[in-house]
C-alpha cells in the first residue's frame, strides 16, 4: 500500500500513465498523425470532467480524504484529478484510435 | 432507497450521456460506420473499472454512500456506468476528429498531385489549340 500522501499519485501512474506510454511507444508515428485527434479529446475532457468535478464537490458525491493527496488543492479539488483526467482521456483517445486502425486494416483485407 | 442516492447516476447522465446524444447527433454519418468500435472499447475498457477498488482501498477518493446506491462491485456499481459514459464520449471524439484529419489529408495530397499539371499548363499556356 503507498504512503497516504501519494496514493492518488501512484494510482494515476500505475493505471494511467504507464499504459499510455505503452500505447504511445507501440504507435507513435499513428498517434502523431492524428495529434489534433489527442488535442481534442484532452480539452473536451477537461471542460466536462473539471465541470463534473465541482458538480461532484456541491452534491458531495464523491470526495478526497484530506491526505489523499501531494499536490495542492485549487477550489477544494486535488490537483491529481488533472492528471487524471488528461491521462484518461489520453488512454482512451490512443486505444480508440488503434482499435480503428485495425478495422480499417480489417475492411481493407475483406475487399 | 432514497432519491439523494440517486445523485451519482444522475450526474454520469447529466454530463456524459447528454455529450454523446449531442455528439453523436452532431456527426451521426461518421459515427455510424465506427458503430462496432466504439462498443468493442468500451466492452475493452469495462473490467478496467475495477481497477477503483485500489484508488478506495488506498484512499486515493472516496464516494458518498449516501448520493450513491452503495452497491460494490469491488467499485461502485454506478462506476461501470460513468466507465461506460466516459469511453464513449471519449471514443466519440477520437474517432471523429481522426475521420476528419484523413479527409483533410487526403484534400492535400489531391492538390499535391494537381500541381504538376498546373505548371504545365503555365509552361505551355492554356490556349484553345493545346486544349484540343
Known sequence: MPRPHTAYLIWV?????????????????????YRKAFTQCILIALIIGLA???????TEIWGWPEQCCALPRV?????????????????????????????LNHRKQLR | MKLGQ????????????????????KDKKILKKYELVILLVILFFLPFTAFDYFALKW???????????????????ETYLFAVGVT?????????????????LKVKKKQIRMKPKLKLRRAFGDSGATRR
Open chain 1, 13 to 33: 501512474f500505475i493505471f494511467l500513465v504507464i499504459p499510455g506510454a505503452i500505447l504511445w511507444f507501440a504507435a507513435w508515428q499513428t498517434f502523431w498523425k
Open chain 2, 59 to 77: 484512499g486515493a477518493w472516496f464516494y458518498n454512500p449516501q448520493r450513491t446506491l452503495d452497491i460494490k462491485l469491488s467499485a461502485e456499481i
Open chain 2, 88 to 104: 464513449c464520449s471519449m471514443a466519440i471524439v477520437a474517432i471523429a476528429s481522426a475521420v476528419r484529419v484523413d479527409r483533410s
Open chain 2, 6 to 25: 440517486l445523485t451519482y447516476i444522475f450526474s454520469i447522465f447529466l454530463f456524459s450521456g447528454t455529450f454523446v446524444l449531442a455528439k453523436w447527433h
Open chain 1, 75 to 103: 477550489y477544494g479539488l486535488p490537483l491529481e484529478e488533472v492528471l487524471f483526467i488528461v491521462f484518461t482521456a489520453n488512454v482512451i483517445c490512443a486505444t480508440s484510435l488503434i482499435a480503428r486502425e485495425i478495422y
Open chain 1, 52 to 58: 463534473w468535478d465541482f458538480f461532484a464537490i456541491k
